[in-house]
């Protein structure tokens, strides 16, 4: 099967450190893969590369066989390439249910008018119930975003996620 992420000879260098070296990482659709090792092995710095928060100084990424090297974090991200960030991109102010609805809405990049047709924006909320649902948040769906436990914000999270049509979730 073809990969749905690859990586070819990546590495990047800090001055004379190299932290992640010539590592070449394939990823089939629909499988899990948990990267391991010890502290300061380049877990992070490999993620970063992944999702372009870090360019590397030799090799690439692939994603869909297509090079990810011109592309930022967010324009990966609107490919389907996303990556978790830890609750940094959820409004801890609103509710469940706005935040996700809010992701499905920069989707669909319609944005929210007083004079829209309401049978419109129901249907956004029906779509970010739906994901809420699917992260097993259902009945938390009018509870504000920072009184949510840990694992609660990172089931969030992930909704908000696979709102964008995440095809590649790093988590
Ligand atoms: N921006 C940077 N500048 C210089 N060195 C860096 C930078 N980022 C990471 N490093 C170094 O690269 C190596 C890999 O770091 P990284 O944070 O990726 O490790 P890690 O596997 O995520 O570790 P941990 O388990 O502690 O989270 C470390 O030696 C670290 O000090
Ligand atoms: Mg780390």
Do not use: C
Request: charged share 25%; net charge positive.
């Amino acid at each position: 099967m073809e990969p749905i992420i690859r990586t070819e000879n990546l590495t990047i260098r800090f001055g004379g450190h190299t932290a992640v070296s010539h590592v070449n990482f394939e990823m089939p659709p629909r499988h899990l893969k948990s990267i391991i090792g010890p502290n300061g092995a380049g877990k992070t710095t490999f993620f970063n590369l992944l999702s372009g928060e870090l360019k590397p100084t030799e090799g690439d990424v692939f994603f869909k066989g297509e090079s990810m090297a011109p592309l930022s974090a967010v324009a990966r991200t609107r490919k389907g390439l996303g990556r978790s960030f830890q609750i940094t991109n959820v409004f801890p102010n609103l509710t469940v249910l706005e935040n996700v609805r809010l992701a499905v809405q920069s989707k669909e990049k319609i944005r929210y008018q007083m004079i829209r047709h309401f049978i419109h924006y129901k249907q956004l909320i029906e779509e970010a119930e739906k994901l809420i649902a699917l992260v097993l948040l259902d009945g938390k769906e009018h509870a504000i975003a920072s009184q949510l436990s840990h694992g609660e914000k990172r089931k969030l999270e992930i909704a908000m996620l696979l709102a964008l049509d995440t095809e590649v979730l790093l988590l």
